[in-house]
């Protein structure tokens, strides 16, 4: 299979419908910003923790199915889909790993260690690819909403898993001044 078709040379891509839409559409937005957390999510794995390690590598699993998801404004039976139970998972995560923190009192500061602060950089894109997926759902009729609940439920677990990484290597989490 070759990697580049020139199909899209012109500004249009296929949805997975076949569909062809600009690739500046809003659903491409979506899509292309939950890739671009994939791809951050991947370049702070590995952590050096087995643990954190499979749980962000089950995120890049789940990232792909909302990228799968944004991708098709028509799904049926057998496409991937955001259920439920991707959210509960996150869920999961957060409070199995918030239960090795310090309650949180203040805001803090992006970054610690190099693998915390690309967690914490993950996050920030994570919060844009879901304003982009609101933005798709104010404009489509179709749009899954658990997609849109697992990119807010991402952002509070990478924040959480940055935290984690941070207590694991012993740095200490830095309050802003104002």
Do not use: W
């Not at 910003?33 to 954190?52: F, H, I, K, Q, W």
């Amino acid at each position: 299979m070759k990697i580049y078709t020139g199909r899209g040379d012109a500004g249009q891509t296929d949805l997975r419908t076949m569909d062809r839409v600009s690739k500046s559409s809003e659903r491409i937005e979506a899509y292309g910003n939950a890739d671009e957390v994939n791809s951050l999510v991947g370049l702070a794995r590995p952590t050096g923790y087995d643990d954190l390690d499979d749980d962000l590598r089950a995120v890049q699993n789940h990232l792909h199915i909302v990228q799968a998801d944004f991708a098709n404004p028509d799904p049926d039976g057998d496409d991937p889909t955001v259920e439920e139970e991707h959210v509960a998972s996150l869920e999961a995560m957060i409070d199995r790993y918030d239960e090795e923190l310090d309650p949180l009192e203040n805001f803090i500061l992006p970054g610690g260690s190099s693998s915390a602060a690309r967690l914490h950089h993950a996050r920030a894109v994570c919060r844009r690819a879901e304003r982009r997926a609101v933005a798709l759902a104010e404009s489509e009729s179709v749009v899954n909403e658990h997609a849109l609940v697992y990119l807010n439920r991402l952002s509070d677990a990478l924040f959480t898993f940055a935290r984690v990484v941070n207590q694991r290597e012993d740095v200490t989490e830095e309050s802003p001044t104002y």
